[in-house]
Every structure is written in C-alpha cells, then in structure tokens.
C-alpha cells in the first residue's frame, strides 16, 4: 500500500523532554511538510523539505528541528524551547509544482 | 487580511440540499488550489484540486474558480450526514512567492442534518 506513515498516533511527555515524532512516506515524493494543528485551527507550517538534505523554515519554526536523511523520511523533533507543543502533529508529502500534498493520519503530543 | 479566507461557520444544511463553500485568497499569483475534508480528529483528505478558471465536477463535489475575483469554492450537492466534517481550502502561492507550500484558510465546519 502507498502511502505516509506516522507514528505514534499518541504520545505523552514530560516538560523538558525532547520528542522525536516519526514521518515515512513511500509515493516517492520529493516533497515533504510538517504542521501543526491546535484545536478549532488551521494548519500551520512548521518545516519543509524539498529534496534530500535540503530543509525551510516555515512559519512557525522556533523549538523544532528536522533532518531528511532519506527520501522517505522526514522526522520532526519538538525541543523542549517549545513553549506549547500540545498539538496534533501532521505529516505531508507532495508533488510537483501544482504541489498538490497528501497526509498521514498524525501524531497527538499532549505534554504535561 | 488573511491570505487565505473562508466564511465562518459553523455551516448547516439539510440532507440532500446543496451545501456551499467559499474561500478568498489575497496573492493574484495564485496558482494551484485545494479542498481538504478534515474528520473531527482524523487528519485532511484532499477532495478537490483546480488550477484553472471555471468548474471541475468530481461526484457530488463542484470546485468554481474564479481567479479575477480571487475566490474558489466548494459545492457539494445532496448532501449527506457522512459529509458532516471540517472543509479547508489551500492555495499554492507559487514558487516565486513562497517557493513549494501551501497556505491554508482555517476551515468551515458544514453539519448535514438527517
């Protein structure tokens, strides 16, 4: 089956921890996205990668990090400079210049 | 200004009328333009793409675009209680503006009454 992973579905964290949340995709896109999600809003974009070893700051970057190692892999870690990361997580890939971006079924952090 | 606007909500609409959406966006160099469906806590499922003006018509769904006027919309007609969710709509700005991302509006919530 084509698609994107994410894992885990849940996760719980203490403050003061760093979380590493996990995005695979296997469409062989070059394109890959995150974004955060707080209840009741949009989607707001955390980073962006464009190609293998290449990766944008989007608008809300500060207290996130991400590496793309691979082409399939995209992973986020939330730092503990995020001052709230409680949200639902989301990964996404895309394609092209239409950018037309497809995503995986999330991550809900909650830290306490 | 927004750059991506869509009427607030909550939207509700009887079983099997037309259901209809609206989204403005502000960058005239727009060029792409998407309508996701988001469950409530289930992640977006794109539904709709246009990237020229008029209509495209998928099903039940009817995305309009009209870049003069910088508005896309979504029509779904008979609706049904299972197209109850959260509609966002997205634009790609264009490379030169914003180089390979989107910019969603915040969502319109649409409740289909049986």
């Known amino acids: 089956d084509g698609g994107i992973t994410q894992s885990p579905k849940y996760l719980f964290r203490k403050e003061g921890q760093n979380v590493t949340l996990s995005c695979e995709q296997n469409?062989?896109?070059?394109?890959m996205y995150w974004y955060r999600q707080d209840p009741g809003q949009g989607l707001r974009l955390i980073y962006y990668?464009?190609?293998?070893?290449?990766?944008q700051k989007g608008d809300i970057a500060e207290g996130y990090s991400v590496s793309r190692e691979k082409k399939e892999s995209f992973p986020l870690t939330v730092t503990s400079a995020q001052k709230n990361p409680t949200a639902f997580y989301l990964c996404?890939?895309?394609?092209?210049?239409?950018?037309?971006?497809?995503f995986g079924p999330g991550t809900r952090l909650t830290v306490t | 200004q927004k750059e991506v606007e869509q009427n607030s909500g909550p939207l509700s609409v009887p079983e099997g009328a037309i259901a209809s959406l609206n989204c403005t966006y502000s960058?005239?160099?727009?060029?792409?333009f998407f309508w996701y469906r988001q469950y409530s806590g289930k992640s977006p499922e794109l539904i709709m793409s246009?990237?020229?003006?008029g209509d495209k018509e998928d099903g039940r769904f009817t995305a309009q675009l009209n870049k003069a006027s910088q508005y896309v919309s979504l029509l779904i007609r008979d609706s049904q209680p299972s197209d109850s969710a959260t509609y966002l709509c997205?634009?790609?700005?264009?490379?030169?503006?914003?180089?390979?991302?989107?910019?969603f509006g915040e969502g319109t919530q649409l409740t289909v009454n049986p």
């Open positions: 997205a634009v790609n700005r264009g490379r030169e503006t914003s180089g390979s991302r989107l910019t």
């Open positions: 996404a890939s895309g394609t092209g210049s239409i950018n037309e971006q497809y």
């Open positions: 246009i990237y020229s003006n």
């Open positions: 469409l062989n896109h070059d394109a």
């Open positions: 960058d005239r160099g727009s060029q792409s």
């Open positions: 990668s464009q190609i293998v070893n290449d990766f």
